[in-house]
T-cell receptor, first 115, second 112 residues
Framework: EADIYQTPRYLVIGTGKKITLECSQTMGHDKMYWYQQDPGMELHLIHYSYGVNSTEKGDLSSESTVSRIRTEHFPLTLESARPSHTSQYLC??????????????FGPGTRLTVL | GDSVTQMEGPVTLSEEAFLTINCTYTATGYPSLFWYVQYPGEGLQLLLKATKADDKGSNKGFEATYRKETTSFHLEKGSVQVSDSAVYFCALSENRDDKIIFGKGTRLHILP
């Protein structure tokens, strides 16, 4: 079954730790995205990718970094986590085919708490 | 630039009530329009979409019609259930772009 996965679902860590949030999809989609969702529910695009070796910054500045070495995998890394990074992180993917109308498929999210 | 404005929540209704969540948009071209739903503790799921003017998207009893003349895409359901409690996002995408622009979300509470 085609799907999009995120691990871990919940993460509580201390300040200064390095973390990587994993995102994988089995749909063969070229485009992938990372969103940060604040407690007020609003979604902010922080990174996206058009395909392997492509990464772009989104509309909201973020201290995180991403990589895209394989089509199906789009991990997000924080080198030194801070309490201000506490948030819900959502990964999504979409097809390059124009007939998809940019419909995005979302993973279940990672809820990150930095103490 | 393109934008989406949806009614602020929370919206609280009794079971079997009629639901409307308003959504209006501004866009320079001819966008596709979407409603996504986010259930507690989950990611977003596509609820319905419409890709051109006068199209009606429908799913799970929800409907929305793409109204170009009023730049609107209001979500409606005739009889809501407790299981419809969630956050609803209106969104648009211009085919020339690779991103979706989301509204701020409307939280819906359905009371039994």
């Amino acid at each position: 079954e085609a799907d999009i996965y995120q691990t871990p679902r919940y993460l509580v860590i201390g300040t200064g730790k390095k973390i990587t949030l994993e995102c994988s999809q089995t749909m063969g989609h070229d485009k992938m995205y990372w969103y940060q969702q604040d407690p007020g529910m609003e979604l902010h695009l922080i990174h996206y990718s058009y395909g392997v070796n492509s990464t772009e910054k989104g509309d909201l500045s973020s201290e995180s970094t991403v990589s895209r070495i394989r089509t199906e995998h789009f991990p997000l890394t924080l080198e030194s986590a801070r309490p201000s990074h506490t948030s819900q992180y959502l990964c999504a993917s979409s097809d390059l085919n124009p007939m998809s109308y940019n419909e995005q498929f979302f993973g279940p999210g990672t809820r990150l708490t930095v103490l | 630039g393109d934008s989406v404005t949806q009614m602020e929540g929370p919206v609280t209704l009794s079971e079997e009530a009629f639901l409307t969540i308003n959504c209006t948009y501004t866009a320079t071209g001819y966008p596709s329009l979407f409603w996504y739903v986010q259930y507690p503790g989950e990611g977003l799921q596509l609820l319905l979409k419409a890709t051109k003017a006068d199209d009606k998207g429908s799913n799970k009893g929800f409907e929305a019609t793409y109204r170009k003349e009023t730049t609107s895409f209001h979500l409606e359901k005739g009889s809501v259930q407790v299981s419809d409690s969630a956050v609803y996002f209106c969104a648009l995408s211009e085919n020339r772009d690779d991103k979706i622009i989301f509204g701020k979300g409307t939280r819906l509470h359905i009371l039994p």
